[in-house]
């Protein structure tokens, strides 16, 4: 084989990535010509990045290709692709293509679904997204440290027409905890921190800087895909003077709506496509702010309008985004299934040592030491990133509808992320969600129960998982397994 990479691809990750490689054109084919897949590097690396503002020193950070946030890969709907990631960290790693569906070999759980890549090593990516929308990437090795020391990227899936708007304007949101050196505090996994909202940091960056204002004209219509990385941080954002339209969840076009109380919710891991149409005055600033955490709101950023006159007086009709190819499920066969939330701080987990409630553990935790459980699903806590050996909570028969009831039985919120598949909301403490919402990751408020449905047409181990990375790796994990 004629393979030029900078550094060897493990034997081992290349008879995991299938016979097919073997067989291809050689990978240096690029550009891509005819139906070759399009290559993409991708160098997970140590670096620095100037995290706290223009007056702090740059804070040592882990990046993709050394920058914060990773470089934004622009694919394209059902044309495949293939990412060669090099590991230069000093630790195992891997990719989690968050939200694409894709064959369970390329979802990048190590253990689960792959070996880790160890450092030096690389390993080839390889899938065609088959829905259009904005998606991320990240690690699911050491969890907690990778991602919260930057380790995260956007992966945005273009529609194959053009969406009418001015402007498709992505806004990375993502949450760090700085010292006062300027550097990225240490002590992930403090089990305190865990059993209560997880790491919430200190300093909000917007595509990897102190937010600024943000630049805008009157009359202009945007399509504003927001996404947040934080390892802990819920968002609940406010548009002053402003009436955003929900097009999109988690990739997945809904009905147009606007925000209900005018308040848009952002977990861990979710995304928002947003249609803002700019109606404010020019040359006036409106604030964006947060006020998730009781008492600690803060202006997130401002729209900034320029002096020139509106780009247009009258404001067009919403658009909708086309549909993406979503098998529906079939409410009339459901089979039915139960995932029971449970732990944290105020629950009997927490008071009574160890694991109470005849909880049992799976595995050893992450390369942290991060192993207790203080979280379940279900009586059951796996802790870490996915290992070896995680043994499904229950099978989905390949092919059926599904229908999943989440009971969120803790004092805290979580945002509870399904691998492989989308899944349609259909209730929400008994009342149905309106507009068509798909999602792959769910914010649960403390008591909630929410109904999710769907096909079960990707085979394999899924993980699902609360993406407040301290609930997952201190337990609150589990796989369910398509076949
Ligand atoms: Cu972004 Cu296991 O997930
Ligand atoms: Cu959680």
């Not at 195992?92 to 450092?119: F, S, Y």
């Not at 005018?262 to 979710?270: S, V, Y």
């Not at 629950?347 to 379940?376: D, K, L, N, P, Y």
Request: with cysteine; net charge negative; charged share 20%.
């Amino acid at each position: 084989m004629s393979i030029d990479f900078r550094h060897p691809i493990s034997r081992r990750s290349l008879l995991l990535a299938g016979a097919g490689l073997a067989l291809a054109a050689p990978l240096r084919s690029w550009p891509a010509r005819g139906a070759a897949p399009k290559e993409i590097r991708l160098t997970a690396e140590p670096a620095r990045a100037q995290l706290a503002g223009a007056d702090h020193p740059p804070s040592d950070v882990w990046a993709y290709d050394g920058r914060i946030p990773g470089p934004t890969l622009r694919l394209r709907q059902g044309e495949a692709v293939r990412f060669l990631v090099e590991n230069r960290l000093d630790q195992d790693t891997t990719v989690h293509w968050h939200g694409i569906r894709l064959p369970n070999a390329m979802d990048g759980v190590p253990g689960l679904t792959q070996p880790p890549i160890k450092p030096g090593e690389s390993f080839l990516y390889e899938f065609t997204p088959p829905d259009a929308g904005t998606f991320w990437y990240h690690p699911h090795a050491n969890s907690l440290e990778q991602l919260g020391r930057g380790l995260a990227g956007a992966l945005i899936v273009e529609e194959p027409e053009h969406i009418p708007v001015d402007r498709d304007v992505l806004w990375v949101l993502a949450d760090w905890r700085i010292d006062e050196q300027g550097e990225i505090a240490p002590g992930f996994g403090n089990m305190m921190e865990a059993g209560m909202s997880g790491r919430v940091g200190n300093t909000v960056t917007l595509n990897g800087t102190i937010p600024a204002d943000q630049p805008v004209r009157a009359g202009e219509r945007l399509r504003l895909r927001l996404l947040n990385f934080s390892l802990a941080r819920i968002m609940a954002l406010r548009f002053e003077g402003h009436d955003p339209v929900i097009i999109a969840r988690d990739g997945q076009p809904c009905d147009p709506h606007q925000l209900k109380d005018g308040r848009l919710l952002l977990g861990p891991a979710m995304r928002i496509d947003l249609l803002l149409d700019l109606q404010g005055e020019p040359g006036r600033r409106y604030r964006i702010t947060d006020g998730f955490y009781q008492g600690l709101g803060y202006e997130l950023a401002r729209l900034a309008y320029s002096d020139e006159p509106p780009l247009r007086t009258k404001t067009p009709e919403p658009i909708r985004l086309p549909p993406n190819p979503l098998p529906e499920p079939d409410l009339a066969s459901v089979e039915h299934h139960e995932l029971a939330l449970e732990g944290g701080m105020m629950s009997r987990m927490m008071g009574g040592g160890m694991i109470s409630g005849g909880g049992m553990m799976h595995g050893m935790g992450g390369m942290s030491g991060m192993g207790r459980a203080i979280w379940s699903i279900n009586g059951t806590s796996m802790t870490g990133d996915g290992h070896s050996g995680m043994a499904p909570l229950f099978l989905l028969a390949r092919g059926k509808s599904h229908l999943v009831m989440i009971r969120n039985q803790t004092a805290w919120w979580h945002p509870m992320h399904l691998h492989g598949l989308s899944f349609r909301v259909l209730t929400r403490n008994g009342s149905p969600v309106p507009h068509n919402q798909w999602a792959d990751t769910m914010l649960l408020a403390p008591e909630d129960v929410v109904e999710i449905a769907f096909v079960a047409d990707n085979p394999g181990d899924w993980m699902l998982h609360c993406h407040i990375t301290d609930h997952q790796t201190a337990g609150m994990m589990t796989v369910l397994r398509v076949a």
